[in-house]
Structures are given as C-alpha cells and as structure tokens.
C-alpha cells in the first residue's frame, strides 16, 4: 500500500520556467491538498479539492494552479517559477472531511 | 495572519525529560486540534488528537492537554526516547463543512541520549 506518491522528490527550476508536481493517492480519499512547507511557517494550504473535477483556492494560491481530473491524482502547477516559490510541497489526502491527514515524502523545488 | 501561534521554536531535552509544547488558538469555532510528527525527509504523520469535549487525551507516552478557555492546548511527552526528534506542528480546524486544518509554525525537538 503506496499511501501517498509524490513525484518529483527534487527540482531545479529556472526563474519563469513552468513544471507540474504530480501526487497520487490510492487510499480511496476524496478530499486532497496542496501545502508548502517554509523555515518558520509551518505548512501553508495552496489549493485543496473535494472531489474529482473539484478544487479550490487555499491560504496562499498565487503562482499556483491545479488539477483533479481523475480522483486518485491531484497536480499542482508553476506557469512561471519564481525564487519566491523556492519550498518543499506536500501533497496530503483524508477520507472525506476528516482532520486525519495523510501526508506524501514532499518535492523540494528550487527556482534559480 | 496566524491563527494558531505555537511555541517554542526549538526544544532540546535529555533522555527521559518531559517536553512541553504549546499552542494557542483565536478562532472559537475551531473544534478539532491534532497534532503532526515529523521525520527529516518525510512528510508529517498523524499523532494524537483531542476534541475540546475533553480536557486531556492520553496515547502512549504522548498527552494532549486541553484549556478550552485559555484557547490553549500542548503536547507532553512522557519519558522521551531520541527516536522522539522531530518537528511537531500543531493544528486546529472548525466546522466549516470539512476540515480545513490550520498548522503552527512547528517546533524541532531533539531528544539527548
């Protein structure tokens, strides 16, 4: 039982270049998320869906946008990668609204 | 805008203290409050929860305490064990359809042998 794949688990952008961070999950959950993890503060809610073809804008959005086309995937991506964007993300999911997170191994993503 | 404020940022104890961490909340209608563990390299893991129905809950060698009029709650560790370092983050979510969990900034706690 994988739980939750992140892939990549590191990149190396170019300022303005664009990539697409995958999560998978085959646990049956309908709500997934996208955080970031910062020095300092903690985790921060990107964008988060509750259903497939659902997804909506979380604590901190810019830059960002996602995808839920199939409900075990949730996609995250950087139209045009900023030094600001600079973080680990980490995909989670839950069974339904439930507070119990499962959390991916995160992305390390450097932008340049 | 930092709805739960978590504290302190680093902690070192020696094998067999007591860590306490603490966390404060300002939003009443927040009803769910657990806590994550996390290991270098991984993601964070579900630990212990508490509801603001009761005052403590009890897992383990790891407590929650709960001061629903204070807006505070912490983790207490028992006889902490080095293999206890790691980043705990505190959380708190309300019932606003589904819960949309709000974390502390996370506090790194080493664990002397």
């Known amino acids: 039982n994988a739980g939750v794949t992140q892939t990549p688990k590191f990149r190396v952008l170019k300022t303005g270049q664009s990539m697409t961070l995958l999560c998978a999950q085959d646990?049956?959950?309908?709500?997934m998320y996208w955080y970031r993890q910062d020095p300092g503060m903690g985790l921060r809610l990107i964008h988060y869906s509750v259903g497939e073809g659902t997804t909506a804008k979380g604590e901190v959005p810019d830059g960002y946008n996602v995808s839920r086309l199939k409900k075990q995937n949730f996609l995250l991506g950087l139209e045009s990668a900023a030094p600001s964007q600079t973080s680990v993300y980490f995909c989670?999911?839950?069974?339904?609204?439930?507070?119990?997170?499962?959390f991916g191994s995160g992305t390390q993503l450097s932008v340049l | 805008q930092q709805q739960v404020k978590q504290s302190p940022q680093s902690l070192i104890v020696q094998k067999g203290g007591i860590p306490i961490i603490n966390c404060a909340y300002e939003?009443?209608?927040?009803?769910?409050f657990p806590w994550y563990q996390q290991f270098p390299g991984k993601g964070p893991a579900l630990l212990i929860a508490?509801?603001?129905?009761?005052s403590e809950k009890k897992e383990g060698r790891f407590t929650i305490s709960f001061n629903k009029s204070a807006k505070q709650f912490s983790l207490h560790i028992m006889d902490s064990q080095p293999g206890d370092s790691a980043t705990y983050f505190c959380?708190?979510?309300?019932?606003?359809?589904?819960?949309?969990?709000?974390f502390g900034t996370g506090t790194r706690l080493l664990v002397s042998p």
């Open positions: 989670a999911s839950s069974y339904g609204g439930s507070g119990k997170l499962f």
């Open positions: 959380a708190a979510s309300g019932d606003t359809g589904f819960q949309k969990l709000v």
């Open positions: 646990m049956n959950h309908e709500y």
């Open positions: 508490i509801r603001p129905d009761v």
């Open positions: 939003n009443t209608a927040f009803d769910y």
